[in-house]
């Protein structure tokens, strides 16, 4: 007899009937080519439509279901939709979507070595490979975080540990106030990490094309008296997707004597594209970097690899310790845990690691040049349209454009007429002010056909 409290963790007739029906749910989304592009509700409606869901008794898995699929799922945009270009999308493959469920189905504890080895194992296979791609040695290594910009936040941690850790071995005073320089053109979990940190970001101005260079980093430095502890350079701006100058950060950083780290949260992944890995020359040379499988390497939400040169120095930093803790500190094996400000994990490297294995990078690296050549096809097509303007030419796989005489609302309008058609998501952004259009494309399914599609439909 099942004891009434575990009848909810067992096969009943009512738990395996709502298996089938989650599996044929999953299936039935997988197969749709494409998925509906699907578009925000009012909350008005939602409380109209969904409300009461929670109750004392419950709904039972087929209704709960059934309002997921006909009124909840359909008030999310599909970012996996081709025509979503907006922000940086998702576009996981099959291989790694189907992992997530063998992931969550298998409870699998990834935070330490004792509990998940098997899965460690396979995650920091990912993390070694990713680390030889960048040109990190063999001793580097580090963890798959939430995002980007926990990952960002982790590794400046790190940095500044090791900073504190320095100056107390060299009996120097500590600074006032600790800060980085990143630059003007960087992402804005830097200033948010900044804040959790409670120091201080120097802003080093990015040259025309969006780059920051070794000049700019040593001009900005020379100004603060103290304190400065880490650079970080972008290896592939979020609003364009340009690779700042690494290699003459890289010597900067070690003129200065201070972490480097790379922000390649987006870009990043491009270092797999043998035409276009010689502009992340300099990125061999980071203390740490990191880079979202959940953005450009295929893989569903949530994940960031971390990565260290010494993998150690996070472990100083980031080890938390505790009465029921300490029997894994002191065990001297590798505990994920231990590489971020995160205790418990779900392995979230592993739909990365079962897509790779499966596919092998060679799929990855085709994949992501044919991104980045469609990016520069439709950069041909607006260069070449007499009302339309490239505001930088394309890096990467993001194109901005401006439409001759198009104020912000005319983008608005635009943007809200392609998304109820069901053709695109492409949400206005803006540079220096002038509202512009752009195409962040990380999705294989994406083809030139859409895009032009998308190109015309200002027009009309
Ligand atoms: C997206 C992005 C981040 C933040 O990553 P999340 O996964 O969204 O937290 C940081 N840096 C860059 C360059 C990004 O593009």
């Known amino acids: 007899m099942t004891k009434p409290a575990a009848k909810m963790h067992s096969s009943t007739p009512a738990t395996i009937a709502l298996r089938e029906e ?25 409380q109209k439509h969904a409300s009461n869901s929670i109750s004392e008794k419950g ?12 009124v909840l799922a359909p008030a999310c945009i599909s970012i ?3 025509g ?36 460690v194992f396979a995650e920091n296979e990912v993390l070694s490979w990713l680390a030889a791609e960048v040109g990190l040695p063999k001793s580097a ?48 979990s830097l200033k948010a990490a900044a804040r959790v940190m409670d120091i201080d970001v120097h802003i080093a101005k990015a040259d025309a094309d969006g780059r ?51 922000d390649g949260a987006y870009g990043l992944a491009a270092v797999l594209d043998p035409k276009r890995k010689h502009l992340f020359k300099g990125a061999n040379k980071a203390d740490s970097f990191i880079v979202d499988p959940h953005k450009w390497l295929f893989a569903p939400f ?11 120095l996070a472990a100083r930093a980031h080890t938390q310790h505790g009465e029921y803790l300490d029997t894994l500190t002191h065990s001297g094996e590798f505990n994920p845990s231990d590489y971020a400000y995160n205790l418990t994990r779900r392995p979230r490297g592993l739909p990365l690691w079962f897509s790779l294995a499966t596919h092998g990078i060679g799929a990855y690296r085709t994949a992501i040049a044919e991104n980045i050549d469609l990016a520069h096809k439709i950069a041909d097509v607006i260069r070449n349209r007499s009302d339309l303007k490239l505001v930088r ?19 608005e309008k635009w943007s809200d007429r392609i998304l109820k058609a069901g053709l695109g998501f492409v949400t206005p952004s803006s540079h220096n002010g002038r509202p512009n259009a752009r195409f962040a494309i990380v999705n294989p399914r994406t083809d030139i056909k859409l895009l032009t599609q998308l190109v015309d439909s200002m027009s009309e």
């Open 393 to 411: 030419e394309p890096e990467l796989s993001i194109v901005v454009f401006e439409k001759e005489g198009w104020k912000l609302a005319d983008y």
């Open 141 to 188: 290594g580090g963890v798959f975080v939430q995002g980007g910009s926990l990952g960002n936040l982790s590794a400046l941690v790190t940095a500044r540990h090791t900073a504190i850790e320095e100056r107390k071995k060299n009996n120097k005073k500590l600074p006032k106030r600790w800060s980085i320089i990143a630059s003007s053109e960087s992402h804005s």
């Open 302 to 312: 949530d994940s960031c690899a971390l990565v260290y040169r010494k993998p150690i």
């Open 212 to 262: 920051l260079t070794g000049k700019a980093v040593l001009k900005t430095a020379s100004k603060i008296k103290d304190g400065l502890f880490a650079v970080v350079g972008t290896g592939g701006t979020t609003n364009f997707g340009i690779v700042d100058r690494l290699d003459e950060i890289a010597k900067a950083a070690k003129k200065l004597d201070i972490w480097f780290h790379v």
């Open 84 to 119: 979503y270009l907006s922000f940086i999308p998702a576009a996981p493959t099959e291989a790694a979507t189907l992992f997530d469920l063998v992931v969550s189905s298998t409870s699998i504890y990834g935070g330490s070595w004792l509990e998940g080895s098997g899965a």
């Open 22 to 46: 989650i599996l044929q749910f999953s299936r039935e989304r997988m197969e749709m080519d494409p998925v509906p592009l699907d578009g925000p509700q009012t909350l008005e409606f939602l």
């Open 59 to 70: 709904l039972g898995g087929h209704k709960a279901l059934k309002l997921f699929e006909e």
């Open 80 to 82: 996996d939709h081709p």
